[in-house]
């Protein structure tokens, strides 16, 4: 990237260190990010423009040119197996190694996290870190110890299931919200042992709590929204929130259509249920985790047409969740795109958070929480 060209060419005795300096502080006068770290505690790298298969990034120059303009410091990426006739397993590693080799053919750029130190590491590098994650559990077959395969391979975080139920526990979809099954403990006590983050996004309530009392490590919810705003399924309620929180866990605010109830959320949704966390939770353990890209799209109807398609398939896969259509967007309307997170950060001052709480929010609070799973 240019910039990271233009400080390597002022490095060079006291007289280039000064330059630097005074770059550095006209960005940060100008650019209310320059001096945060930004953490998507669920995202994406890719382009929605281009309707590909799969879930490993896809890095265009315009992907990695938008990343770097938008501020973000590091990116829990989905890997592997979420739904689909794919073996779990075998599609998982596939999608691991596929994007380890990307991050090495893309080095100057991209940073794969394995530590809270990394985090810090690619904002002082000026790279996008990367954090693989999981979204579906499935992957474990009947076989805790594969946790230790995928914690070796760099897998971070570990979402338990995803809409409907699957062998460790319900998903927010399924009716019975039976919670964990006897596997699932086994799994999280596995994940514990390892050191790799327990999500509970996507969980139905008592899977959820369940998880939260039997981890012996601090559990997140890395994206959701909250019940007591808007009543949806994939919402999380208080009991849920506030239990993560007194645990030590995070909690990331989505940028999703089940913000409102209508399914077209906008910009002071988000900011709504990020209030409500914050008052539930407290201002230590709230942050964002948006489920979305910040590449921007170029023509809204010809996107609206692919995602008409995918909502379909989503449907007759048995994966969708309440409030999701052909006609809501999977992002906020007005809050998407490079400057998504600098808007936010601007509509939280004007909600009259101090620059402190917005640090916390946009990035702080998930490194305290990485700090404390993974290790400094």
């Known amino acids: 990237m240019a910039t990271m060209i233009d400080r390597r060419g002022f490095i060079g005795g006291a007289a280039g260190l000064a330059a630097v300096a005074t770059i550095s502080d006209a960005r940060a006068a100008t650019d209310p ?34 990343a770097h303009q938008s501020g973000v410091t590091a990116i829990n990426v989905t890997l592997g197996y979420v ?68 914690a070796d391979l760099g897998v971070r975080i570990f979402q338990l299931t995803y ?75 208080d009991a849920e929130l506030r239990l993560v929180a007194e645990r030590g866990g995070f909690v990331g605010i989505y940028f999703m259509p089940f913000l409102d109830i209508s399914g077209h959320a906008h910009a002071q949704d988000v900011v709504a249920h990020i209030d409500h966390a914050v008052n539930i939770c407290g201002e230590d353990h709230v942050g964002i985790g948006t489920d979305g890209t910040v590449t921007q799209i170029d023509d809204l109807k010809v996107y609206e047409s692919a995602l008409a398609k995918e ?7 048995g994966i969708s969740a309440a409030g999701e259509r052909p006609d ?34 946009l990035g702080q609070n998930f490194l305290r929480y990485a700090e404390t799973v993974w290790g400094a």
């Open 33 to 66: 990010l320059a001096a945060m770290i930004v953490v998507n505690a669920l995202g994406g790298l890719d382009d929605p423009n281009q309707h590909g298969e799969g879930l490993v990034p896809g890095l265009s120059a315009r992907v990695l040119r938008e």
């Open 83 to 150: 739904s689909g006739p794919k073996e779990p397993f075998e599609y998982s590693v596939r999608e691991i190694a596929q994007t380890d080799a990307l991050v090495r053919l893309h080095d100057r750029d991209l940073l794969k996290i394995l530590s809270a130190a990394d985090i810090r590491r690619a904002k002082r590098d000026n790279r996008i870190g990367l954090i693989y994650g999981f979204q579906n559990g499935a992957m474990m077959g009947g076989d805790a110890s594969r946790v230790d395969i995928f």
């Open 163 to 237: 809409n409907p139920a699957n062998q460790l526990g319900d998903g927010s979809m399924a009716p019975e919200n039976r919670g964990l099954t006897p596997f699932g403990r086994e799994v999280i006590a596995r994940l514990n042992a390892r050191r790799v983050m327990v999500d509970l996004s996507h969980s139905g309530e008592r899977t959820c709590l369940e998880a939260a009392r039997v981890s012996t490590q601090p559990i997140s919810i890395n994206h959701t929204g909250c019940r007591a705003v808007t009543d949806l399924p994939r919402n999380k309620t």
């Open 311 to 317: 909502i379909a398939e989503r449907r007759a896969a």
């Open 328 to 361: 809501t967007y999977p992002f906020v309307i007005d809050l998407r795109g490079p400057d998504q997170f600098r808007k936010l950060a601007r509509l939280l001052g004007e909600k009259g958070y101090s620059t402190t709480r917005i640090e916390k929010i």
